[in-house]
T-cell receptor, first 111, second 116 residues
Framework: DAKTTQPNSMESNEEEPVHLPCNHSTISGTDYIHWYRQLPSQGPEYVIH???SNVNNRMASLAIAEDRKSSTLILHRATLRDAAVYYCILTYSGGYQKVTFGTGTKLQVIP | EPEVTQTPSHQVTQMGQEVILRCVPI?????FYWYRQILGQKVEFLVS????????KSEIFDDQFSVERPDGSNFTLKIRSTKLEDSAMYFC??????????????FGPGTRLTVL
């Protein structure tokens, strides 16, 4: 499986933007980039995914490098509720597949 | 917005007892999964299920575990003879199996299993 590398932890001030980086230098041409997050004592939650182009949804934005070897999850205005562990995961196109969680980035939001 | 639900939220059992954890996946999803997370550790894949069959299982999913879709809405995980080390959060997930390009899974809130 293609692997991802994320910082173990990051801090952000409340109401400021947060940029969570992910490196995936061995990504293949058909791998999608998925982001999930896990709030304390809750189940993982889908955030966003993309293939080549930048993506926006109500929760976040995903910026994908032109060579696709890295990506950045952008929370435009961090709230205390965004404090969670964020996982960057590669998934191949088509078909079901298990999600293999790493250690992710623990985001702390400071009031 | 459709969501995955799980019951109970917390289950306490004695070692050696059988437990059944229940999940109601998102209604138009066809692929179902169980994961577990031991306190302080990563979320680990247990099993995937499609068309009334196990598609894939991890080495954790041994003979004491079984899954079933007893009707059109529920998906269950049974642990036949619980051990202390089965104490964990168990998460159910469902997906459309990549019908929209890649598989995106939606997780339930989890059942906390405590084995005494």
């Amino acid at each position: 499986d293609a692997k991802t590398t994320q910082p173990n932890s990051m801090e952000s001030n409340e109401e400021e933007p947060v940029h969570l980086p992910c490196n995936h230098s061995t990504i293949s041409g058909t791998d999608y980039i998925h982001w999930y997050r896990q709030l304390p004592s809750q189940g993982p939650e889908y955030v966003i995914h993309g293939l080549t182009s930048n993506v926006n949804n109500r929760m976040a934005s995903l910026a994908i490098a032109e060579d696709r070897k890295s990506s950045t999850l952008i929370l435009h205005r961090a709230t205390l509720r965004d404090a969670a562990v964020y996982y960057c995961i590669l998934t191949y196109s088509g078909g079901y597949q298990k999600v293999t969680f790493g250690t992710g980035t623990k985001l702390q939001v400071i009031p | 917005e459709p969501e995955v639900t799980q019951t109970p939220s917390h289950q306490v059992t004695q070692m050696g007892q059988e437990v059944i954890l229940r999940c109601v996946p998102i209604s138009n999803h066809l692929y179902f999964y169980w994961y577990r997370q031991i306190l302080g550790q990563k979320v680990e894949f247990l099993v995937s299920f499609y068309n009334n069959e196990i598609s894939e299982k991890s080495e954790i999913f041994d003979d004491q575990f079984s899954v079933e879709r007893p009707d059109g809405s529920n998906f269950t995980l049974k642990i036949r003879s619980t051990k202390l080390e089965d104490s964990a959060m168990y998460f159910c997930a469902s997906s459309d199996g990549g019908a929209t390009g890649t598989d995106t899974q939606y997780f339930g809130p989890g059942t906390r299993l405590t084995v005494l």
